[in-house]
């Protein structure tokens, strides 16, 4: 599968992603990305926050990836609840947040973390380093064990993002194409209409 055969979703987390993150880097440069933009930025809340995202995956009009990062992944786990086996063909989820998350991000509800921890409902690959400071190394290898995800340990990282080096991160987007390669064998979604 090429970007050109997707509706690449881009779901920030806290904060959403600022000019130099990697995230609002790739929905510029992709032409078939956009962002799931959210009403606060600042208050995670996992109903509204997967409500946005579910509405964004039933408007698209080709195969559906998303691309999450920290509080975002903890948004795509919440959403997969609410969707169906091949509405997404699949999740690129990076830097998961975790309970440290949770003590350290103000304005984060109470019922966004912890995680779901059901396998997903489609192809996913998690991303995570060790010394990232929301979430341990057990706690994501355990979070991609859960969810079914293939799991990726980035080395020290931190929360790969652009306070840690991490703005257009070239390395990030192979491997993504390496994912949507993967992904070759996801038929069609219908066009709603």
Not at 7 to 31: E, F, M, V, Y
Not at 73 to 90: D, K, Q, T, Y
Not at 104 to 126: C, K, N, Q, T, Y
Not at 148 to 159: I, K, T, Y
Request: charged share 20%.
């Amino acid at each position: 599968m090429k970007t050109s055969d997707t509706d690449i979703l881009i779901i920030p987390g806290w904060s959403g992603s600022g000019p130099d993150h990697w995230q609002s880097r790739w929905a510029a440069k992709l032409s078939t990305a956009r962002v799931v933009e959210q009403e606060d930025w600042y208050k995670p809340s996992r109903h509204l926050w997967a409500d946005r995202i579910v509405q964004a995956v039933r408007a698209a009009t080709r195969p559906v990836v998303l691309v999450a990062h920290s509080a975002g992944v903890s948004a795509v786990a919440h959403a997969a609840e609410h969707l169906h086996p091949g509405e997404v063909a699949g999740a690129f989820l990076v830097a998961p947040a975790s309970e440290r998350a949770k003590a350290a991000i103000p304005g984060m509800g109470a019922d966004f973390i912890p995680h779901r921890r059901e396998v997903l409902p489609f192809r996913s690959v998690l991303i995570a380093s060790t010394d990232d400071p929301y979430c341990t190394p057990d706690e994501a290898r355990a979070l991609a064990e859960a969810w079914g995800s293939e799991f990726v340990d980035a080395g020290e990282s931190g929360h790969l993002n652009a306070e840690s080096g991490h703005g257009p991160w070239p390395d990030g987007l192979l491997r993504f194409a390496g994912f949507l390669r993967s992904l070759t064998a996801v038929p069609q979604k219908p066009i709603q209409g």
